[in-house]
């Protein structure tokens, strides 16, 4: 059974409202997520190609662009002067990740409203297990998109399959099979438990995890082009040929994917990059950069109960050679200062004098939860610890600029 719904193909769960339902797995997408918050704060932009992103005469590129500006061939990463040549009235607009931050969040209360079982994969990505849900999935799907439309004023396209793989490319095929041109899809797919073979068999091998580029062209050359091909060969021939990715693209194009919902990662390093739009000689402006990159990790570190004992920085030169230097601490730290003087002297080690750079990046690792021993002579660094909470607390509230160290 099969129809049309929003432009894309709409697969209805045909089990009895009480059978026993399979696994299921909903996948939910943000359309043009950044350029969708532009156009709640700035409606003029509905309807007109723009593209959010950096200057043209500034190395800027497309992080996003208006379905409007997808339709003359602008896409996002690249290049904003090209895009411009594509389209010479492109309205550019710089990106706000702060407001998108918080977007994101409003979205992902909604689905937490819903189930716990949410695993935020990106900024406007995120899987579902409701399974357990006792209502119709469909309709449940539904009502979602269509509460974070009205009330967050936000497209979003949803698959939905008994595993993440398959509800993830149920979503991208319900985009592309969107008839719209010049407006979000809202795409809409729902794949039924034991469909997932028959689903995937027509879609091109490279819509598949774990097909890149250079995977493609090899499964080419083999005259594999669909993924039903993949599903095809024999598994043993596919991990002679792949090795264990081999066997990863045989279980995938059979539609095959067990991991469960991950609602909780285990933090392993937090770091903040800068990309300059000039390359930086400037060691004042470098180490003003690098301050508010610490003040920032170690603010997220305390956030959320952590500290870190590996200091890191990350630089690119102008040629994009790219270099890592780092430091181990002798006792974990969540504190900017100690943060910000380590990261300044790997700095100053790994680069010559005035030598220009394109990006510089701070961050910590070997995280943990922070350890903190009082004693008769911690004193200070306790009311200093206590007066930084307070600090965070209001920057929380009021935003960054409005307190801060003089």
């Known amino acids: 059974m099969k129809s049309k719904q929003n432009g894309s193909q709409f697969f209805p769960f045909l089990l009895p ?11 939910l997408d943000l359309d043009a997520f950044f350029c969708s918050v ?36 602008i896409r996002s990463a690249m290049p904003m002067s090209r895009a411009l040549r594509l389209c010479r009235g492109l309205i550019i607009v710089p990106g706000r990740h702060r407001l998108y931050s918080e977007y994101s969040e ?46 967050l004023n936000l497209p979003s396209s949803v698959g939905i399959a ?17 008839k719209k041109k010049n407006e979000p899809p809202f795409g809409f797919t729902v794949v039924p438990a034991g469909d997932e073979s028959k689903f995937l068999a027509p879609l091109p091998a490279d819509m598949l995890w774990g097909v890149g580029p250079k995977t493609n062209a090899r499964l080419t050359e083999l005259g594999i082009h669909t993924i039903g091909d993949i599903a095809r060969w024999p598994e043993k021939e596919l991990v002679n040929l792949f090795g264990e990715n081999g066997r ?7 539609g095959m994917d067990d991991r469960p919902i991950v609602t909780e990662y285990e933090t392993k390093s937090v770091s903040q990059e800068t990309t300059f739009n000039v390359d930086v000689r400037d060691e004042k402006t470098l180490e003003k950069t690098m301050r508010e990159q610490a003040r920032d990790v170690a603010r997220q570190l305390r956030k959320n ?12 030169w102008s040629d994009f050679t790219t270099i890592t230097r780092q430091t181990t601490l002798p006792t974990s730290t969540d504190n900017e200062d100690e943060i910000f003087h380590a990261a300044v002297k790997l700095m100053k080690s790994a680069r010559k004098p005035n030598q220009p750079v394109r990006l510089i990046g ?4 070997g995280i943990g939860a922070p350890v903190r021993q009082l004693s008769l002579w911690d004193v200070g660094s306790e009311k200093s610890r206590k007066l930084q909470e307070v600090v965070d607390a209001l920057q929380e509230k009021y935003g960054k600029g409005v307190i801060r160290k003089g």
Not at 305 to 315: S, Y
Request: charged letters at 30%; aromatic letters at 4%.
């Open 305 to 316: 109960d952590l500290a870190g004992k590996t200091v890191k920085v990350k630089l690119r």
């Open 162 to 178: 008994s595993n993440k793989l398959v509800a993830k490319i149920a979503t991208e095929v319900g985009k592309k099979s969107s």
């Open 362 to 365: 701070v961050g910590v690792s």
């Open 38 to 73: 532009e156009e709640v704060q700035n409606p003029s932009l509905r309807g007109k190609p723009f593209a959010v992103g950096g200057k043209p005469d500034e190395r800027g590129v497309v992080a996003s662009c208006s379905y409007a500006a997808r339709a003359l061939g």
């Open 17 to 27: 409202y009480n059978s026993p339902m399979p696994r299921v797995i909903l996948h």
């Open 248 to 254: 990863d693209l045989w279980r995938h194009a059979n």
């Open 106 to 151: 409003k979205v992902m209360e909604k689905l937490r409203d819903l189930t716990p079982l949410v695993e935020q994969i990106s900024i406007d990505e995120a899987f579902l297990d409701i399974s357990d849900i006792q209502a119709d999935k469909t309709r449940l799907a539904l009502d979602l998109q269509r509460v974070i439309q009205t009330e």
